[in-house]
């Protein structure tokens, strides 16, 4: 549960100081989501149990927003 709790408080301080500092900061933050959700695959040792759509549901969405705010930063 800890490892959950330093997930929550990291992605949270991404996301703030990307609206008060950096916006790209938002773009890096939903890709660095991505690998933090493929962490969440029983195999790899992480030991937290998802069902079995949900990793490459949220890994899709992730990169998927991460795209278009590039896209539109950037564009």
């Known amino acids: 549960m800890a ?12 996301a ?3 609206l008060w500092v950096w916006p790209p900061l938002w773009i ?13 695959h ?7 149990e998802i069902v079995g759509w949900y990793v490459p549901f949220c890994v899709i969405y992730d990169v998927a927003v991460a795209g278009y705010l590039a896209a539109v930063y950037f564009g």
């Open 3 to 14: 490892a959950e709790f330093v997930g929550i408080a990291f992605f949270c301080s991404v």
């Open 28 to 40: 890096l933050g939903y890709v660095g989501h991505a690998v933090w959700d493929t962490l969440h």
């Open 16 to 18: 703030i100081l990307g």
């Open 42 to 48: 029983p195999e790899t040792g992480f030991g937290t």
